[in-house]
């Protein structure tokens, strides 16, 4: 046997044994099942009553504690006469009551919307309107936001809080310690939740909000109870592991994928409020963590800090989470002397998931070829002008080669990994099914994410859709530029779109990014030239002071491809591609001349 073909073998066998684990724990689900995501965890307390559950900056608590304060919230909600129909705002900092409370109300049968905490005003009132919230629970970091928002609400909001002093109690706005410390810690009969399966909704998370106001992805008890077991099983987690978990749990990578490893096995989950860069090898070392959740930019961050005395002191074996760009992962891996790392590819809403159990750096998932015609995944091909899959003359879509970027899409079918449960907005919902894709009448989800896969099966992500565009005849991946652009001399940060500029096809390259110190114009496009094509190559640049980004770390586009290159609008000095230096400082006249066509790009 050849030295290649065992290390295939060996890499198969790998992927196989997670792949395995994985299933073992998500087959038993059944959309029709009576068993729900609460069912899931009291099954754990019941086995690990004595274990640690969860520990936060207040505390710990143990399984036990923990199922009885879900109890306590449970039956503070039916005590306040809260029904099936309604849907109860959580609006929290991570800390044990988070997870408590939303599992609670499941006892009871209600579900929860998980908003963010970084939102305010009107965008924290859509939110709230959109899942049909009327009663809101804050904790006393969050409160003040709600109220701000609570003009442009559409129903009366009740406010609950914990923490809320005397003083700030009003009419519509109540203390929630004393209310839950006073309900009844016995668990709810089963009896309560008869009639819910796992088609039912179980919790409401939003999108980032990166390209405009967030949508409600509908979280049905069978998808929570999917994401928590399939990360109980991927990652081999046993009553010992303690997972490390900073990431906001208002999302679905930190509040179902970061605690199914521990809340499922016994384990411990370890939350902090945010991430913290200056301390996060600290903590990793004194709270004994062995796995930890990321996204990406976390990775991203951490690589791009100075050395810290503890960055391998630690005893984390497993890092597992997604979006680890492949110029980030090296380095991350080597530096910090992480054993493995777990990447995956999904989405809050969609049904298309891949692993990359074999741990190859840049590649979010796997295939291989004995299980092609048994996931629910493909790539079609896909036209950038109309921003649709390329249709053949018979109607349907046409299969991206091999090495040829496609967009990934989901088969919908009535199973409960290939279940597309939608948005609170129907007709958000309409928009990202694709129909007579391969066959009549078939219905497919779209990702709205490009990749491409290899012959062994790896797939590697490309950009979203609209954030590729058409520049000079070609199409330009944003997510390729950032990535080249990202080892420029003294640029920390960069953020790559398209805008567009009057009398020209296409969309002309722009980046915004932030500087170590001092900008070179000089240094920057001569990296440029040698990192990109010309088509590739940012016409305007904009030096930034500072960014604005989500809750996981994502900046918001939306805002900068509005700016535009106007230098009038935004922050920041705006450079256009040309001069001594490559980029010269647009000034009002020139950026007239250019809407006037006057100067050519």
Not at 293 to 300: F, K, P
Not at 329 to 337: A, I, L, M, T
Not at 535 to 561: H, I, M, N, Q, S
């Amino acid at each position: 046997m050849t030295m290649g073909l065992a290390a295939n073998i060996r890499r198969d066998l790998r992927f196989a044994g997670g792949l395995r684990r994985l299933l073992s724990r998500i087959k038993p689900i059944q959309l029709d099942g009576k068993d729900l995501v609460c069912d899931d965890f009291e099954e754990a307390v019941d086995k690990f009553g004595d274990n640690i559950a969860i520990v936060d900056d207040r505390g710990s608590l143990t399984y036990r504690e923990l199922d009885s304060l879900a109890n306590r919230y449970a039956n503070w909600a039916r005590a306040r006469n809260l029904r099936r129909s309604d849907v109860v705002g959580l609006v929290m900092t991570n800390r044990s009551d988070y997870i408590a409370a939303w599992m609670g109300f499941s006892k009871a049968g209600i579900a929860t919307a998980l908003i963010n905490t970084n939102l305010t005003g009107r965008s924290l009132a859509h939110c709230l309107n959109i899942a049909g919230v009327a009663q809101v629970v804050a904790d006393e970091d969050c409160w003040r936001c709600v109220e701000d928002a609570r003009p442009f609400a559409d129903k009366p909001l009740m406010l609950w809080v914990l923490g809320l002093s005397e003083a700030d109690e009003a009419s519509t706005r109540r203390s929630l310690d004393s209310a839950v410390r006073s309900a009844s810690s016995v668990r709810p009969a089963r009896q309560v939740r008869d009639g819910l399966t796992n088609r039912d909704t179980a919790l409401y998370i939003y999108t980032s909000g990166t390209t405009g106001l967030p949508k409600a992805a509908r979280i049905h008890h069978g998808r929570a109870r999917t994401y928590m077991r399939a990360f109980a099983g991927a990652t081999a987690a046993t009553a010992k592991d303690r997972i490390f978990n900073v990431l906001p749990l208002y999302h679905s990578t930190g509040g179902l994928v970061g605690i199914g490893p521990a809340l499922l096995n016994g384990g411990r989950v370890i939350v902090r409020r945010k991430f913290s860069a200056s301390s996060f090898w600290s903590d990793a070392r004194e709270s004994g963590a062995t796995m930890f959740v990321y996204i990406g930019e976390l990775c991203r961050y951490l690589v791009n800090c100075p050395e810290h005395e503890d960055e391998r002191a630690h005893k984390l074996r497993l890092a597992f989470g997604n979006g680890l760009r492949p110029d980030v992962w090296p380095d991350f891996q080597s530096r910090f002397g992480i054993p493995d790392v777990l990447e995956f590819y999904g989405s809050t809403e969609g049904n298309v998931s891949v692993f990359n159990f074999d741990g190859k750096p840049g590649a979010i998932g796997r295939v291989p070829w004995f299980l092609k015609t048994q996931v629910n995944i493909r790539l079609v091909k896909f036209d950038i002008d109309t921003e649709l899959p390329v249709r053949a003359t018979n109607g349907l879509c046409l299969d991206a080669p091999v090495g040829e970027i496609g967009e990934a899409i989901g088969v919908i079918s009535n199973d409960i990994r290939h279940d597309f449960s939608g948005y609170a907005d129907k007709a958000a919902s309409e928009k990202k099914i694709l129909t007579d894709v391969f066959a009549k009448g078939d219905r497919w989800f779209r990702t709205g994410d490009l990749m491409r896969q290899d012959r062994e099966g790896y797939f590697y992500f490309v950009d979203r859709i609209g954030d590729t565009f058409r520049w000079k005849g070609e199409n330009v991946s944003t997510s390729e530029v950032e990535q080249q652009l990202s080892e420029a001399p003294g640029i920390s940060e960069v953020i790559a779109y398209g805008v567009p500029v009057p009398g020209t096809d296409g969309k002309a390259g722009m980046v915004t990014v932030l500087a170590d110190g001092k900008f070179s114009a000089r240094a920057f496009a001569d990296h440029v030239d040698q990192a990109l094509p010309v088509y590739a190559r940012p016409v305007f640049v904009r030096l930034a002071k500072t960014l604005e980004t989500t809750g996981t770390f994502k900046y918001r586009k939306v805002d900068l491809v509005a700016d535009g290159f106007d230098p009038d609008k935004g922050t920041g000095i705006v450079y256009v591609r040309g001069g001594k230096s490559g980029y010269q400082k647009l000034t009002p006249d020139a950026h007239a001349a250019i809407l006037a066509g006057d100067t050519r790009l």
